[in-house]
């Protein structure tokens, strides 16, 4: 069986077939998934989703691309959201310089709250960086030295140093269908460095396809597509990325792995 990590499964993307999409990831082996937090007034429709499906938790959190929207965002907010019962990441948070959709001053302060929200839960706190690899490294670096959380770097496309220094912190990388295009190859060397213990996959759907799905809507039926080239970079069969990265998830996400009796 196959966990998708990260998926974005609220809006109007899968409104109108979300049955028929989650039948397929069954279909392909898809056991269990983690639905992501992009902004805190989607989080109804979201916990709607992990109610509603034993095998569907969710996160609570603000993408970077939304921290404008959220200046007064605070931990105590974050850790009193993060109490529900399929509640078992803070996130997705981070730093991206690349669009910047919101001005970096602003995005600085609700990363923080994140942060400070995971070292009091004990919650994963899943991180979306883009062009902003110091940046990133210097916070979770810094804020780990003050109290200890676990990072995960989501749909990692940053560089090694970045890479190793989330590693360092005792953080997992996950890879999503970026592996599979063809000119990934700094990617796909990351992925190779990763140690086994520290892997997970994601589709991070509807985003990002992998190949032979690429250009089209993304969806957890696909998550299989990233296992197979992430068995052939790591020289292993599909089936012992499934099992790695199914453990590493409940090992991970432990809040979930108690549910299930892991």
Same mark, same amino acid.
């Given at each position: 069986?196959?966990?998708?990590?990260?998926?974005?499964?609220?809006?109007?993307?899968?409104?109108?077939?979300?049955?028929?999409?989650?039948?397929?990831?069954?279909?392909?082996?898809?056991?269990?998934?983690?639905?992501?937090?992009?902004?805190?007034?989607?989080?109804?429709?979201?916990?709607?989703?992990?109610?509603?499906?034993?095998?569907?938790?969710?996160?609570?959190?603000?993408?970077?691309?939304?921290?404008?929207?959220?200046?007064?965002?605070?931990?105590?907010?974050?850790?009193?959201?993060?109490?529900?019962?399929?509640?078992?990441?803070?996130?997705?948070?981070?730093?991206?310089?690349?669009?910047?959709?919101?001005?970096?001053?602003?995005?600085?302060?609700?990363?923080?709250?994140?942060? @400070?929200? +995971?070292?009091?839960?004990?919650?994963?706190?899943?991180?979306? *960086?883009?062009?902003?690899?110091? !940046? $990133?490294? &210097?916070?979770?670096?810094?804020?780990?030295?003050?109290?200890?959380?676990?990072?995960?770097?989501?749909?990692?496309?940053?560089?090694?140093?970045?890479?190793?220094?989330?590693?360092?912190?005792?953080?997992?990388?996950?890879?999503?269908?970026?592996?599979?295009?063809?000119?990934?190859?700094?990617?796909?060397?990351?992925?190779?460095?990763?140690?086994?213990?520290?892997?997970?996959?994601?589709?991070?759907?509807?985003?990002?396809?992998?190949?032979?799905?690429?250009?089209?809507?993304?969806?957890?039926?696909?998550?299989? @597509?990233? +296992?197979?080239?992430?068995?052939?970079?790591?020289?292993?069969? *599909?089936?012992?990325?499934?099992? !790695? $990265?199914? &453990?590493?998830?409940?090992?991970?996400?432990?809040?979930?792995?108690?549910?299930?009796?892991?």
């Amino acid at each position: 069986m196959f966990v998708d990590s990260h998926v974005n499964l609220h809006g109007e993307r899968y409104e109108d077939d979300l049955a028929d999409v989650l039948a397929r990831a069954a279909e392909a082996r898809v056991s269990h998934m983690l639905t992501i937090s992009d902004r805190l007034d989607s989080l109804p429709a979201i916990t709607e989703i992990s109610d509603s499906h034993a095998n569907i938790w969710h996160s609570v959190g603000v993408h970077p691309h939304h921290a404008k929207d959220y200046a007064d965002l605070t931990a105590e907010r974050l850790i009193e959201l993060a109490q529900h019962p399929r509640a078992v990441g803070i996130g997705e948070c981070g730093m991206d310089f690349y669009y910047e959709y919101s001005d970096r001053d602003a995005q600085e302060p609700v990363f923080r709250a994140h942060v @400070h929200a +995971a070292q009091e839960t004990g919650l994963p706190l899943i991180i979306h *960086t883009r062009d902003a690899d110091d !940046v $990133t490294g &210097d916070i979770i670096s810094g804020e780990h030295s003050a109290k200890p959380f676990v990072p995960l770097m989501h749909c990692y496309t940053s560089g090694p140093d970045l890479a190793e220094r989330a590693l360092a912190l005792g953080g997992y990388v996950s890879f999503s269908g970026i592996i599979t295009f063809k000119k990934a190859d700094d990617v796909r060397a990351i992925a190779e460095m990763v140690p086994m213990d520290r892997l997970l996959i994601e589709t991070d759907c509807p985003y990002l396809a992998p190949v032979p799905h690429r250009g089209q809507r993304n969806e957890p039926a696909f998550v299989p @597509h990233i +296992a197979e080239k992430l068995a052939e970079i790591k020289g292993v069969d *599909t089936e012992e990325i499934a099992r !790695v $990265t199914t &453990d590493n998830f409940f090992r991970l996400f432990s809040k979930a792995g108690k549910e299930q009796g892991v």
